[in-house]
């Protein structure tokens, strides 16, 4: 199915994205390995310490003018459809802040048969015509670890959306053991199911290293373990 025999999104309608690309690999959750393309938005809410993506947000380090564009939903529904990839990843920064639009990139894409994944962080509750059959959400709310205030990093009404909702992951970065315990809280707070736990990195050594650090504990807490495969195979390569 192509762009021109699905609904075309608002006339207007424009996302700020930082970059897209694939085909490549889904690198994280419960689609790692499975082919998909990526569709990064700009801007943040949060400012975690060990953010692989601080080119969407942090201005100071990066002039963000030239790290954005604004391009219209029409666009990228044309460019994802014209790739033959059943699976289309929504990333960021913080993707629910552009959530206005969403919908008008979800829909289209949804009715050409493509499966969605909106990647979040947990703290902006999801617009109910996000709630669809096809489109998930793989939330990764943020832990003591990324340096950010509790009152920011975790926002109970969002969470508790989320976890209702049916369409959620939740997807977890840990650097030691003791981060499993607060994963344990949250999890028990917000009834939270299909729990991924992945080891922080964005080098092979220090992906596997803490991967084997967490192993067991993760096997004997009923949990399921995420390497970052697109790590493992091409580093903190931008695109990939």
Same mark, same amino acid.
């Given at each position: ?10 006339? !207007? ?6 970059? %897209?690309?694939? *085909?490549? &690999?889904? =690198?994280?959750?419960?689609? $790692? #390995? ?57 990333? !960021? ?6 959530? %206005?639009?969403? *919908?008008? &990139?979800? =829909?289209?894409?949804?009715? $050409? #048969? ?127």
């Amino acid at each position: 199915m192509t762009a021109a025999s699905v609904s075309a999104p608002p006339h !207007g309608a424009t996302l700020r994205i930082a970059e %897209r690309f694939g *085909p490549t &690999l889904q =690198g994280e959750g419960p689609s $790692a #390995g499975q082919p998909a393309l990526f569709i990064r938005l700009s801007g943040c809410n949060l400012s975690c310490s060990w953010c692989d993506t601080p080119y969407t947000w942090d201005a100071r380090r990066f002039n963000l003018r030239d790290q954005r564009e604004r391009v219209p939903v029409a666009d990228l529904v044309a460019w994802a459809l014209d790739h033959p990839v059943p699976l289309i990843v929504i990333t !960021g920064g913080e993707p629910l802040m552009q959530q %206005r639009h969403l *919908p008008a &990139l979800a =829909g289209p894409l949804l009715q $050409a #048969g493509r499966r969605l994944e909106i990647e979040t962080n947990g703290t902006v509750t999801p617009d109910p015509a996000l709630l669809v059959d096809g489109l998930h959400f793989n939330v990764s709310p943020k832990l003591d670890n990324a340096n950010v205030p509790h009152k920011r990093r975790i926002k109970p009404a969002a969470l508790e959306a989320l976890s209702a909702s049916g369409q959620a992951v939740f997807k977890f970065v840990a650097c030691n053991l003791a981060d499993l315990d607060e994963i344990a809280e949250l999890v028990e707070r917000f009834a939270m199911t299909q729990v991924w736990v992945m080891p922080e990195g964005v080098t092979a050594d220090h992906v596997l290293g803490r991967a084997h650090l967490l192993a067991e504990a993760v096997i004997a807490r009923g949990w399921s373990l995420s390497l970052r495969l697109h790590v493992l195979l091409w580093g903190d390569e931008r695109g990939r």
